[in-house]
């Protein structure tokens, strides 16, 4: 496929943005400036033919020239609007554990999601910075500093539509310097994982940029609990990826019209170079929670051969459910959970065998079901039926002995209030349970709910699983039922996305999610299912 670009250099679909502001400049601002220089110039050259009579031709041709270089020098001008992406966090419907054995899982989006603010240069500025708050890294680099020789050898240099499956170790030894002096005043533990972070970027922008790139400032804020299990890092990669990819005019759309196999060419496209930001950091990932925040909806996953990546596959049809994610606040080791059930397997190689495909059952028969034609969301009926196999999936989970009592704490307060099924996500020994909420339960019993987790010292998420995947806020402006709508909208800059307070904050400002469904502004490659 040829990727579409405009000639005006903005990714197709995103030319328009909100009242075309950036065609025509935030609220016609550009068109002001280029009208209010003609009136000038107009003007000037009325008062310089007064003046003509004693001053010559060839001087007030001058005059004007550098009048004209003046007007057109811009003073610390970006050369594109900061524009924003987004993408969501996963969690794991069905199939844990099971899956390590071979069997099938589900995972899917959720609607806690990070953010990247793209804050372009002034050519003079030759730097990129990597700014992360809420871990509270910051680092910044000089562009023309970087291991361009060594990215761009003939027999190492990669274009956007490479397939890379494996790091290159002389690039990863290349970009080692450059990350040796960030935070060097942090923990180890912290250290490590802003080194992680700086790395992966440095990997992937070197791999798709050159060395004329112009300076940016990538600035994440994120509503996902990190460290819970919930695809935070593969959130990371998709957002810088689909920015580098983005600036590089290497992707089409997203746009309402876009047809759904260039949009899928789309989204493969963000997700290859999104798995070579989280091989950078896990080594040898799965490729499954890339995938699915950068696709959002769910997916089926399946590996039975371990020297193979697994095999991959999309539920385009997987409805939007009401979900309750609830942090226990207990640190987990996946290791030590799933040590724990191939230990069992081995005393127990009969019972865990037939535990484990009993678990893959359930897998496949919630799959038959979510996907099933007019499957309602509003059926409690239909609801139930899912609800029963969470239900089934949690007791298999518990008798394989990686439940946790704060996870069954929830479960029996959330019993108790009867608004829902809940299940761990995850690995389990601690991290996260998600509950399906019944339709229509009552706000008073979500709020008791909600104190009560709070004097206990859990956190809780209202969010929706099977939401959307990658999104595109191009310029960063968004409406908000404010004044500012009838004047375009309100514009996102780096100040106030910094110094939005939190989850809470971010959200308000920025979410994908406003009061009642999406926000006017967001734009996503949306693929449907084969079957339509």
């Given at each position: 496929?040829?990727?579409q ?7 197709n ?24 220089f003609?009136s000038?110039?107009?003007s ?31 003073k ?11 993408a969501?966090?996963k969690?794991?419907?069905f199939?844990?554990h ?11 989006a ?14 003079s ?9 809420d871990?509270?890294?910051n ?19 990669k274009?956007?539509?490479s ?21 060097p ?28 790139f ?8 994120s509503?996902i ?5 919930l695809?935070?890092?593969?959130t ?6 689909t920015?580098l ?5 290497a ?38 929670d890339?995938t699915v925040?950068t696709?959002?909806k ?5 590996r039975?051969d ?7 596959r999309p ?19 996946t290791?030590?959970e799933?040590?724990?059930?191939a230990d ?9 065998s037939?535990?484990l ?8 028969t ?30 298999m989970?518990?008798s ?11 479960r ?12 761990l996500?995850?690995a ?11 339709p ?5 019993k979500?709020?008791k ?16 699983l ?13 409406k908000?039922?404010?004044?500012e ?19 809470e ?6 979410g994908?999610?406003?009061g ?14 084969d079957?339509?």
């Amino acid at each position: 496929m040829t990727t579409q670009r405009p000639a005006n250099g903005v990714p197709n679909g995103l030319t328009n943005g909100h009242n075309g502001h950036f065609s025509n400049g935030h609220n016609g601002h550009a068109n002001g400036h280029q009208n209010g220089f003609h009136s000038d110039s107009d003007s000037a050259s009325v008062h310089s033919s007064d003046a003509s009579l004693s001053t010559s031709d060839d001087a007030s041709t001058t005059n004007r020239q550098a009048s004209l270089r003046r007007r057109n020098r811009k003073k610390s001008s970006p050369m594109l609007p900061a524009f924003m992406v987004s993408a969501p966090g996963k969690v794991i419907v069905f199939g844990e554990h099971a899956v390590v054995h071979g069997k099938a899982a589900i995972a899917a989006a959720i609607s806690l999601r990070s953010y990247l603010l793209v804050t372009t240069l002034s050519k003079s500025k030759r730097t990129v910075t990597l700014t992360f708050p809420d871990i509270d890294f910051n680092h910044t680099w000089n562009i023309d500093e970087l291991p361009w020789s060594t990215f761009h050898h003939p027999s190492k240099k990669k274009s956007y539509t490479s397939v890379v499956t494996e790091l290159d170790p002389d690039l990863v030894a290349a970009i080692k310097p450059f990350i040796a002096d960030v935070s060097p005043d942090k923990p180890a533990n912290v250290r490590k994982v802003h080194q992680n972070s700086a790395g992966s970027f440095l990997y992937v922008f070197l791999s798709l940029g050159n060395p004329s790139f112009p300076g940016c400032i990538y600035t994440l804020r994120s509503t996902i609990p990190i460290g819970a299990g919930l695809g935070s890092s593969a959130t990371i990669a998709v957002c810088l990826s689909t920015a580098l990819l983005l600036q590089l005019r290497a992707l089409s759309g997203p746009h309402p019209d876009q047809p759904a196999d260039e949009a899928r060419k789309q989204i493969e496209r963000i997700n290859s170079w999104a798995y070579v930001y989280e091989m950078f950091i896990h080594g040898n990932p799965s490729g499954v929670d890339n995938t699915v925040s950068t696709q959002g909806k769910a997916v089926v996953f399946q590996r039975t051969d371990y020297g193979k990546p697994p095999t991959v596959r999309p539920l385009w049809d997987f409805p939007e459910l009401p979900l309750l994610l609830v942090d226990t606040r207990v640190p987990k080791s996946t290791a030590a959970e799933v040590a724990k059930v191939a230990d069992l397997r081995n005393r127990h190689p009969k019972i865990i065998s037939s535990l484990l495909d009993s678990i893959h059952k359930v897998t496949e028969t919630s799959v038959d079901i979510l996907t099933e034609p007019g499957f309602d969301t509003r059926d409690e009926t239909a609801l139930g039926r899912v609800g029963e196999l969470m239900t089934l999936n949690h007791g298999m989970l518990v008798s394989l002995g990686v439940s946790h009592p704060r996870l069954e704490r929830v479960r029996e307060l959330v019993d108790h209030e009867g608004i829902g099924w809940t299940k761990l996500t995850g690995a389990g020994g601690g991290g996260c349970c998600i509950t399906l909420l019944r339709p229509g339960v009552e706000r008073e019993k979500l709020d008791k709910l909600e104190r009560r987790l709070d004097e206990e010292g859990f956190q809780k998420f209202e969010t929706t699983l099977g939401g959307g995947g990658v999104g595109v806020l191009w310029p960063a402006v968004l409406k908000n039922g404010t004044e500012e709508d009838s004047e375009g909208g309100m514009e996102i800059d780096l100040e106030k996305f910094l110094h939005a307070e939190g989850t809470e904050g971010v959200e308000k400002l920025v979410g994908v999610h406003g009061g009642a469904g999406e926000r006017e502004g967001w734009k996503f490659w949306t693929v449907e299912s084969d079957q339509h």
